[in-house]
């Protein structure tokens, strides 16, 4: 049976460039003669049954537009096999045959259960500001919320300069350390702290070396990492150990929001058009995915994992820089 009509869906957290990648799934799939419908936030919706048919003009308007026209959730049913079984049924009575879903780790293991369990073709773009899927070198988000949170720390910058201060301004990425280095890189942040195992007294001596040069502001990039927060504790262990007083800055959600950047613009756009390409060549369950530079395919399968990018490469970058 050919393929006739498709649904998309954004689900876990938000990233900007979503719009991007739907309206090329909505347009490329009309281009095909399909019928293109958009569920409510993510899986919950699609569980209660919450599909519009979206038209060319539906998606007019959205490519600059941070968040995601559709909405997205995080849905701890869809672990339910139950769940899924309605999930399922629901998508077969509305004669739907490809699902392209938006999202990141946590939704790529819904779809693959969807496919193993009730054979929904499913296709997977990966969005999210985290960038750790593994199987893709980038995830649609990432170069806006590293924008972000740069311009950000730059303006905590100075005032770090005018009053000679030290900040510590933690960024989100959850257990991905992705974000962190970029934005320290950019930054030209004095150190960086990966994970919560962190060595206190190595940035207490980078901080001392830098002051000692004559250095007038120090900051420091702290990745959420398992333990969102963890900013205040390194705060206070540098004032009772080592009487350094630092500000706290958690960067939060303002991460997630904002007008995309051209360069997630563009890998959106790539991705949510191969993505309907790739349905409509029966050719799923499979992932859009940048690999050296080019949009390409790969089996669902290889994306399911936490990405564990190499932190050495740019640790040492890091290390090198902020002498
Ligand atoms: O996965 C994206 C992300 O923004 C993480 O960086 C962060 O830890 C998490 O989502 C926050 O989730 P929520 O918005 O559900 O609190």
């Not at 070198?137 to 030290?166: C, M, N, P």
């Not at 309907?276 to 949009?295: D, M, R």
Request: glycine share 10%.
């Amino acid at each position: 049976m050919g393929m006739k009509n498709i649904a998309v869906l954004c689900s876990g957290g938000d990233s900007p460039g979503m719009n991007a990648a739907i309206r090329a799934v909505v347009r490329t799939g009309h281009g095909h003669g399909l019928k293109v419908y958009g569920i409510h936030k993510g899986f919950d919706g699609l569980i209660h049954s919450k599909f519009k048919e979206m038209d060319l003009s539906s998606v007019g308007n959205i490519i600059q537009r941070g968040g995601t026209i559709l909405g997205s959730s995080r849905c701890p049913e869809f672990h339910e096999k139950e769940t899924r079984k309605t999930a399922a049924q629901i998508l077969k009575a509305k004669k739907i045959n490809g699902l392209v879903i938006i999202g990141g780790n946590g939704s790529f293991n819904g779809a693959m259960a969807l496919w193993k369990e009730h054979k929904i073709p499913v296709i997977g773009i990966p969005g999210t500001i985290d960038n750790d899927v593994s199987g893709t070198d980038y995830t649609i988000g990432f170069d806006t919320a590293s924008q972000t949170a740069v311009e950000a720390v730059d303006k905590i910058r100075d005032t770090a300069l005018s009053h000679e201060r030290t900040f510590l301004v933690e960024v989100m990425g959850r257990k991905s350390a992705s974000l962190a280095l970029n934005v320290a890189i950019c930054s030209g942040a004095e150190n960086v702290v990966v994970s919560s195992q962190y060595d206190l007294e190595q940035i207490v001596k980078r901080n001392k070396l830098g002051r000692k040069r004559g250095k007038k502001s120090s900051i420091i990039i702290v990745a959420e990492s398992d333990t969102p927060g963890l900013s205040y504790k390194i705060q206070e262990e540098l004032l009772l150990s080592h009487d350094i007083k630092a500000g706290v800055c958690i960067l939060g959600h303002i991460q997630r929001g904002g007008t995309p950047t051209v360069y997630d613009r563009v890998v959106a756009t790539k991705m949510g058009h191969l993505a309907v390409e790739s349905l409509i060549e029966a050719n799923f369950p499979v992932v859009t995915v940048l690999k050296n530079g080019k949009v390409t395919l790969s089996p669902l399968e290889k994306c399911l994992k936490n990405r564990k990018a190499s932190l050495k490469e740019k640790l040492d970058l890091i290390q090198a820089l902020s002498i």
